[in-house]
């Protein structure tokens, strides 16, 4: 999968007008998701802008062709200070097939208490040798797991038990048949 990251090296002297064909020719053979971070260090005019200037344009080029594609086209919009009712953006509550112009409102991501953490290592600590060997060990862990994930920030917490582990995510849900 191709990140930003690697689409903006390949893009960073390009006109919007570039870029949205770029994305649009990816979108044409592959499912592309955009995820804008921390957009709460943007103005908060700025994410109006980017769906007038970008997605607005991007989603007018995809409705001109129409053909078979079975692509998806995703575009995310994280922020962690909880400012988006301040960014002036009419969004809906539900999917809604009809008026894709509009942003879903997600609920915010919930943080994931100590006491989740620990009560999943008590309930996988066998299936998991090396996150934890004394029973003893689960409290400290825990709490080192909720510490570094930002108290509980799901994406965090779950990278941390799985680097403890030595293994992926992926290999976590495989096995617990997530």
């Given amino acids: ?7 903006l090296l390949k893009t960073s002297c390009a006109t919007p007008t570039e870029l949205i064909q770029y994305i649009y020719d ?3 053979t592959k499912t592309v998701i955009l995820v804008f971070y921390h957009l709460e260090k943007l103005d908060k005019s700025e994410p109006k802008k980017l769906l007038q200037q970008f997605w607005h344009p ?9 053909e078979d594609c079975f692509s998806y086209l995703v575009m995310f919009f994280v922020n962690h ?8 953006i009419q969004c809906l509550e539900t999917l809604n097939t009809k008026d894709i112009n509009k942003p879903i409102m997600l609920e915010p991501i919930k943080k994931f208490p100590e006491i989740l953490i620990k009560n999943w290592i008590r ?7 090396k996150l934890i060997s004394e029973v003893a060990e689960i409290d400290i ?17 779950i990278e941390k038990i799985c680097n403890r582990c030595g293994t992926s995510f992926y290999d976590i849900s495989q096995l617990l048949e997530i």
């Fill in 26 to 28: 990816q979108w044409r």
């Fill in 123 to 129: 309930q996988n600590r066998l299936n998991f040798p």
């Fill in 58 to 66: 991007l989603v007018k080029l995809i409705q001109k062709h129409p």
């Fill in 1 to 7: 999968m191709e990140k930003m990251s690697q689409i």
């Fill in 81 to 88: 200070a909880s400012c988006s009712n301040e960014w002036d």
């Fill in 141 to 157: 862990i825990a709490k080192d797991i909720w510490e570094d994930s930002f108290e509980g920030m799901p994406e965090l917490a």
